[in-house]
Nanobody, 121 residues
């Protein structure tokens, strides 16, 4: 079983910055991709950014140039550095790992519990 724990959310003024972290623990065989999603009130969950095991990244158009995803393979951790935050970035941010647990034949998607990001003056 793989568990994800997120940290780093909070309240920030427009134009401010935050850094989210998500660490995996448990019986992990391999992590293939890591990503961040967010869900604003009344809206569907959307992909913000993801990074593959090879280091390739992809971003939603709305965050391109402002958010940076990175990973520390030794710590099984993914980060999301967010700058120039806007009110429309407000929402609950969830990390997602596509990983294979020990004893499993196939990888699965694992989710963090979510962390609130509020951008407001």
């Amino acid at each position: 079983q793989v568990q994800l724990v997120e940290s780093g959310g909070g309240l920030v003024q427009p134009g401010g910055s935050l850094r989210l972290s998500c660490a995996a623990s448990g019986s992990i065989f391999s992590i293939y991709a890591m990503g961040w999603y967010r869900q604003a009130p009344g809206k569907q969950r959307e992909l913000v950014a993801y990074i593959t095991s090879g280091g390739s990244t992809n971003y939603a158009d709305s965050v391109l140039g402002r958010f940076t995803i990175s990973r520390d393979n030794a710590k099984n951790t993914v980060y999301l550095q967010m700058i120039s935050l806007k009110p429309e970035d407000t929402g609950v941010y969830y990390c997602n790992f596509f990983a294979r647990g020990k004893g499993s034949d196939y990888p699965s998607h694992y989710w963090g519990q979510g962390t609130q990001v509020t951008v407001s003056s």
